[in-house]
């Protein structure tokens, strides 16, 4: 399979990013610049785990590394994209977590059913595209794993 560029919309509305002014405070920015930092930036996927569909997706902005959060959250919603260290990931399943969450998207990046099952794959690029709460909305009932911007 030939590496592909997705673009993967999110919203960064703190409802989604709970840990988005936390980031952006510890990173002497404003929320604003963590936004525009982390959409700007072009990511490659490392590999797939911790969960199914989950990719490590290095190129993260220094700037934008943060460690881990001490005590994990007992369930982080699919969908989240979070910062781990140097690298940036979404959750593809409802799953426990401890990365710090900054915005969600409605697509899908596991569907067990699809062929591959996962939207994303090592040595894909990967682009945020920042979306408001009514586009998000308006995608979470037409995305799909097979779905991107």
Same mark, same amino acid.
């Given at each position: ?49 911790? /969960? $199914? =569909?989950?990719?490590? #997706?290095? +190129? ?10 001490? &005590? *994990? ?21 409802? /799953? $426990? =977590?401890?990365?710090? #969450?900054? +915005? ?10 699809? &062929? *591959? ?33």
């Amino acid at each position: 399979m030939r590496a592909r560029t997705v673009t993967i919309p999110v919203c960064y509305d703190p409802e989604f990013g709970p840990d988005l002014v936390e980031l952006a405070k510890a990173a002497n920015l404003t929320p604003e610049d963590v936004v525009r930092l982390h959409s700007e930036a072009t990511y490659v996927v490392f590999f797939l785990g911790f /969960s $199914p =569909g989950f990719a490590y #997706l290095g +190129g993260l902005p220094q700037i934008l590394h943060a460690p881990r959060l001490t &005590t *994990p959250r007992k369930l982080v919603a699919a969908g989240s994209v979070g910062v781990g260290g140097g690298e940036t990931g979404v959750y593809p399943i409802d /799953s $426990p =977590g401890g990365w710090r #969450l900054i +915005g969600r998207t409605p697509v899908r990046l596991f569907t067990p059913d699809a &062929t *591959p099952p996962t939207l994303l794959q090592p040595g894909d690029t990967v682009r945020f595209s920042p979306i408001d709460r009514e586009q998000f909305r308006a995608l979470s009932d037409s995305c799909s794993a097979d779905k991107a911007i």
